[in-house]
């Protein structure tokens, strides 16, 4: 049996290659963009608005070929069951790396613009952990020089 990867999906309101572009800049990795206009054509497949055919219909950011982040901009009644966007609740993106310094610039380039619920500092599981939520509504954790096992 092949393992298996859980890799977070991210849903915007209208701002998805913005975000995707800062997380890149960031993290670094490769990012590949489709927006709406460019979707295969089906027949099955609801019309697209004008206004929402450059938005992006699928992102996806990876370092070292393999997938980090994935998301799209939410276009409310494309599918059946998408009412439109709506913030994220209930999780977070965790970002691990043993370098503390390195944990600190990607904290405080997320938080540029956004909230800080927790500030990045040594803690008792941690040399550095701090937790935000960016400027455009992904809440995450950041998690530097710990035990936490990442794979």
Same mark, same amino acid.
């Given at each position: 049996m092949?393992?298996?990867q859980t890799? $977070?999906?991210?849903?915007?309101?209208? *701002?998805?290659?913005?975000?995707?572009?800062?997380?890149?800049?960031i993290?670094?990795g490769?990012l590949?963009?489709m927006?709406?206009?460019?979707? $295969?054509?089906d027949p099955?497949m $609801?019309?697209?608005?004008e206004?929402?055919?450059?938005?992006v219909a699928h992102?996806?950011?990876r370092?070292?070929?393999r997938?980090l982040?994935?998301?799209?901009d939410v276009v409310?009644?494309?599918c059946?069951?998408?009412?439109?966007y709506?913030?994220?609740q209930?999780?977070?993106?965790l970002?691990h790396t043993?370098?503390v310094?390195?944990?600190?610039?990607?904290? *405080?380039?997320?938080?540029?613009?956004g909230?800080?619920e927790?500030?990045?500092? $040594?803690?008792?599981w941690?040399?550095?952990?701090?937790t935000?939520t960016?400027?455009?509504g992904?809440?995450?954790?950041?998690?530097?020089?710990s035990?936490?096992q990442?794979?």
């Amino acid at each position: 049996m092949k393992p298996i990867q859980t890799i $977070p999906y991210l849903s915007f309101d209208r *701002n998805c290659a913005e975000a995707m572009e800062t997380y890149a800049r960031i993290l670094g990795g490769s990012l590949s963009i489709m927006t709406y206009e460019e979707m $295969p054509t089906d027949p099955q497949m $609801p019309e697209i608005p004008e206004d929402t055919r450059q938005l992006v219909a699928h992102a996806e950011l990876r370092i070292d070929g393999r997938p980090l982040l994935m998301g799209s901009d939410v276009v409310a009644g494309f599918c059946a069951e998408d009412a439109g966007y709506q913030k994220p609740q209930g999780m977070r993106v965790l970002i691990h790396t043993d370098d503390v310094q390195e944990g600190g610039r990607i904290f *405080n380039a997320l938080a540029e613009g956004g909230q800080v619920e927790m500030a990045f500092a $040594p803690v008792c599981w941690a040399e550095g952990f701090g937790t935000l939520t960016d400027r455009f509504g992904t809440p995450w954790h950041i998690d530097a020089g710990s035990d936490c096992q990442v794979i």
